[in-house]
């Protein structure tokens, strides 16, 4: 291959690459673009997680900041642990205010979101809402496990889950199992916990 070759074909990579980024552009102006697309592009850089509360005294409170889309444990009014967590998606959206842990369940399952499954155990029918999907006939409802779960309101809690780079939940604050057990952990009932944008 000889060097006009290769000019000619970085050339026609980065035009493809900026009518992409254009298409992109067009699209998000236009609102056209998929929900968790939309929502990656306004999330900022993660930062890593860390847990510091082991040793930590003072009183406990959870703050979530939705548009940070980060949670912060504090002990004695300090910062002892930080996570990443992906709150709830467009029309699921996690309600700011101000609330208190009410229940914890380290093996929670969801009574409202899971999957139909058969009597051998086999999904036939996954990520459904129970009351609004019709189960198949031979099939029965398997909530989603929520482990390390703390309810801090009704129909929302904090637990280990998926956390992608944006809001995804259907209301709930997800976080990386690792950092919802050190939440779980530390927190007792009636712990506070802010909600705010």
């Known amino acids: 291959m000889t060097v006009a070759h290769i000019r000619n074909l970085l050339a026609a990579l980065a035009l493809i690459l900026c009518s992409a980024c254009t298409e992109l552009d067009r699209e998000a102006k236009r609102g056209t673009q998929s929900a968790p697309a939309r929502s990656f592009a306004a999330t900022p850089k993660r930062k890593p997680a860390y847990w510091k509360g082991d040793s930590a005294k003072g009183a406990a409170k959870v703050v979530i900041h939705l548009k940070e889309q980060r949670a912060y444990f504090f002990k004695g009014g300090k910062v002892v642990g930080e996570s ?17 842990v009410i229940q914890k369940d380290e093996n929670h399952l969801s009574n409202l979101y899971g999957s139909y499954v058969d009597e051998h155990g086999a999904v036939v029918q996954g990520n459904v809402q129970m009351g609004k999907d019709p189960r198949p006939d031979g099939t029965e409802f398997h909530g989603a496990a929520m482990p390390y779960f703390l309810r801090f309101t009704k129909g929302y809690g904090m637990h280990a889950g998926f956390v992608p780079r944006y809001r995804a939940s259907h209301g709930c604050i997800r976080m990386p199992r690792e950092m919802a057990k050190h939440f779980f ?5 009636d712990t506070p916990v802010v909600v705010q944008e």
């Open 185 to 189: 952990d530390a927190a007792s009932l």
């Open 84 to 100: 990443n967590v992906s709150t709830g998606r467009k029309g699921f959206e996690t309600p700011p205010g101000r609330y208190r």
